[in-house]
């Protein structure tokens, strides 16, 4: 029998269980192992949260959601049936190979059993211990304890290791011209001044450690009407209450799309505004799929998630606490946050959109992190 290569592997298995952020920063190594076999087929293999930007990603032939009991965010088993029922599911594609994708953070060997279990021949991963016969392509992780890299170089360098690479390590996304064209409708609805400028500002995230304070983005979003500029609020069907909330808060005017767009509509919306300000969550990352500027306020609970070659203004108070790793600040004071000034949110943005007028400069995510400083 032939020894498995993965030159010869056009039917790959890529796995990646995690949140829409997790899955856009992934794409640069899609695009690789995509790029390096002609007529490779990929598969995605994502929870549910992942899989809803799966369909505007062009790397991708194909997606299969699992929900893994490994995940945190996944509801209680009461057996292993779904698990003995994604192995069997798993075998009928035949897949020649399988890419495990995680945050140095998480166990890889789980889903390298699942992948095991339904004879996938090829296993390649990142993994802290010896996986033994869990992995045919162990690539020793040196994280954190050599330092920690941005997110999409770690999958970069992990897809190096079988020899894929690509020129191109932008962040992949499709925006679908029905769904521009729908954004242009409910824009015109709001008749806005077409001299004026515009800003998107998304206040939610799904971790309470990672959002500004709903006062503050009221205060930074006056400020930004006072000088001329429109303001429109996105957000989720659960995070429409915050943007009425700010908006009840606000002396002026604002407008909100909040539980109103797609999530195709929502990458469309952010692909045509000027600026994004938001919170270090989803769309920050479709910003940097489609190139548009994003003021990023970045909480401190980890280094490696900062926007991805585009222009950007990290901002963030400095923390003895940071890094935490945590969804809820396990210090209670929010201070890498909260002691954001709303005037450097403003500041920032308007720098952004002078930026973005005179020049075409793409500014590349930097570790370590700077406190409210240009990155």
């Not at 108070?317 to 005037?343: M, N």
Request: glycine fraction near 4%; include cysteine.
């Amino acid at each position: 029998m032939k020894t498995p290569n993965w030159n010869d592997a056009k039917n790959l298995l890529c796995i990646r269980l995690d949140t829409i952020g997790d899955v856009l920063m992934t794409t640069p190594a899609l695009r690789s192992l995509k790029e390096s076999v002609s007529g490779r087929h990929i598969t995605l293999l994502t929870s549910s949260a992942g899989s809803a930007i799966a369909p505007l990603i062009p790397e991708l032939d194909a997606t299969i959601v699992y929900d893994s009991p490994w995940l945190k965010a996944t509801a209680p088993r009461t057996d292993s049936r779904s698990e003995f029922e994604m192995i069997q599911y798993l075998r009928q594609f035949q897949f020649d190979g399988a890419v495990i994708f995680t945050v140095y953070s998480q166990n890889p060997l789980p889903s390298a059993f699942l992948c095991y279990m339904a004879d996938i021949p090829l296993r390649l991963a990142h993994c802290h211990e010896n996986p033994y016969q869990l992995l045919t392509d162990w690539v020793k992780d040196p994280e954190p304890e050599d330092g920690i890299r941005h997110e999409v170089q770690r999958q970069l360098d992990l897809v190096a290791a079988i020899e894929c690479q690509t020129e191109n390590e932008h962040l992949s996304l499709r925006v679908e011209e029905s769904d521009r064209e729908s954004v242009r409708s409910r824009l015109n609805s709001f008749q806005l001044d077409r001299d004026r400028p515009w800003v998107v500002i998304h206040p939610g995230a799904t971790a309470a450690s990672r959002r500004y304070p709903p006062e503050g983005f009221a205060v930074a979003a006056d400020r930004l009407v006072s000088l001329g500029y429109s303001v429109i609020f996105t957000g989720s069907e659960w995070e429409a209450e915050l943007v009425d909330r700010i908006r009840s808060l606000m002396n002026e005017s604002a407008h909100s799309l909040a539980c109103c767009l797609t999530l195709g509509e929502l990458a469309a919306l952010i692909a045509m505004a000027p600026v994004l300000i938001s919170n270090n969550t989803g769309p920050v990352h479709i910003a940097a799929a489609v190139g548009n500027p994003v003021v990023d306020l970045y909480a401190l609970t980890n280094p490696q998630h900062t926007p991805w070659q585009v222009p950007h203004r990290l901002l963030f108070h400095d923390v003895p606490c940071k890094y935490c790793y945590k969804s809820i600040c396990p210090e209670g004071h929010h201070h890498c946050l909260r002691q954001v000034l709303p005037d450097t949110i403003v500041a920032a943005a308007c720098e952004l959109l002078d930026e973005s007028t005179r020049s075409p400069l793409i500014f590349q995510s930097s570790i370590p992190l700077l406190s409210t400083r240009v990155i």
